[in-house]
């Protein structure tokens, strides 16, 4: 008796981490590739050269506009939380060459006057009139925008700050409730191709329950959609986890007067992933954000081209760490390409012509939607690395991903010796 009393009681102190991993493993869904052999690229060949990028100039100082108003939703309610802030850099703290260039390169600055010597080729004629040339102006706005993915902020606009991210990274904020649960709600119910009538899984603990009827018609419904509608699920389902582990990580353990204490919070950690406390629904969250990294190591292979040509260039002003910080972020985009088991985008938009075109145009809409939303979010720092766009963003939102799966070696030895 007393064997199997102990026996029991090991099972129960030793298997908080297997609750939380146990089917974080093998094949993912929709793909050729494993949990394990991402693992062992990221964690062993990627995580530290990419880190090493993300901490030089180019990377870190990111303009940003956070004053901008909510477009659905009447939002006063911004976080009074101190650590909801987030500081702008003054003048000086910017290295000039990114403050006087471009940040894509410096000789895109050269373009006008090469413009100028096509004989105004294709310029507008001078004869409309100023209403006339200001519709032009706006159509080829509205055509730029039409392609995007996502809203890009206006760099130019006096709201428009540098931030330093190194000095304001994505942790716990405190920031939570009603008005959190609405951007996620929002995001999920209105963005995700879900009917109403179909009940998502949420925490138990949260606003509402998740039983397990609701959480089988849910996946259900989700296996029976097209497998770009799943993607674009566990894409969103996948950054949700990637942020959750970050606040995970990062978490406030000691606020004194004196100090601030910020680490590893493995109450936290369960409480969003483990099977048991989250009616099963961790691991698979677990499993999306692996999804999400396969997804983005895809976006960053299909781009070194682009960043291998000689015009496009790191400028910070300071050619020697430039030169050296492009030759870093080209091996990074090599290795990308280089990864055995990569996602297979053909599956993608295939079939009739005009039913994937307009899926495709859907799934972009949806998105432009979500970038919309980070300027209803209340908490300035969530809403700073929400908005987070262009070349600084391809590497920094990867940087997120490749964190998150980082920490969940971290997470698992805490949990193997709490057992």
């Known amino acids: ?34 949990v394990e052999t991402i693992d062992g690229f990221n964690n062993n060949q990627l995580f530290s050269k990419l880190q090493t990028l993300l901490e030089s100039d180019y990377f870190r100082f990111y303009k940003v506009n956070l004053n901008k108003a909510c477009p659905f939703w009447s939002s006063s309610s911004h976080c009074g939380l101190k650590d909801c802030a987030v500081k702008p850099c003054s003048p000086n703290e910017v290295p000039e060459g990114i403050r006087s260039h471009n940040k894509y390169s410096a000789e895109e600055k050269e373009q006008p006057v090469k413009c100028e010597r096509a004989e105004n080729l294709g310029a507008v004629d001078i004869s409309l009139s100023k209403e006339t040339r200001e519709a032009l102006l706006n159509w080829s706005k509205h055509d730029d925008e039409a392609e995007r993915f996502c809203v890009v902020d206006d760099e130019e606009s006096p709201d428009s700050q540098y931030v330093d991210l190194l000095l304001n990274p994505e942790r716990f904020t405190g920031y939570r409730g009603p008005e ?33 009827s609701e959480s089988k018609t849910f996946y259900s419904w989700l296996e029976g959609q097209c497998v770009e509608k799943r993607a674009f699920y566990r894409l969103i389902s996948g950054l949700h986890s990637s942020i959750n582990i970050h606040l995970s990580a990062r978490y406030l353990l000691e606020d004194s007067w004196f100090q601030k204490k910020w680490g590893h919070n493995v109450s936290e950690f369960r409480q969003r992933f483990d099977s048991e406390l989250t009616d099963g629904e961790g691991p698979k969250r677990l499993r999306n954000l692996y999804f999400l990294f396969l997804i983005e190591l895809r976006a960053l292979a299909k781009a ?22 492009k030759e870093l972020l080209l091996h990074i985009l090599q290795l990308a390409r280089s990864f055995p088991l990569a996602f297979d985008e053909t599956s993608l938009f295939a079939g009739d012509e005009k039913e994937a075109a307009k899926l495709k145009e859907d799934i972009r809409l949806a998105f432009l939607n979500i970038s919309r939303i980070m300027d209803c979010v209340g908490c300035f720092k969530c809403r700073l690395w929400g908005k987070l766009q262009e070349v600084v963003s391809l590497l920094n939102a990867f940087g997120r991903v490749s964190t998150s799966i980082r920490e969940l070696k971290n997470f698992r030895s805490l949990l193997a010796e709490e057992g």
């Open 1 to 34: 008796m007393k064997l199997v009393v102990l026996v029991l009681l090991l099972q129960v102190s030793g298997c908080a981490d297997s609750r939380c991993f146990c089917q974080l493993t093998g094949d993912l869904d929709d793909c050729t590739c494993d």
């Open 180 to 212: 959190a649960w609405q951007i996620w709600n929002s995001i999920y119910e209105e963005n995700c191709f879900k009917p109403y009538t179909i009940k998502r899984p949420v925490l138990s603990n949260l606003f509402h329950s998740s039983p397990g």
């Open 304 to 325: 070194l081209p682009f960043f291998q040509q000689p015009s496009f260039r790191l400028f910070t002003g300071r050619p020697e760490e430039d030169r050296k910080h």
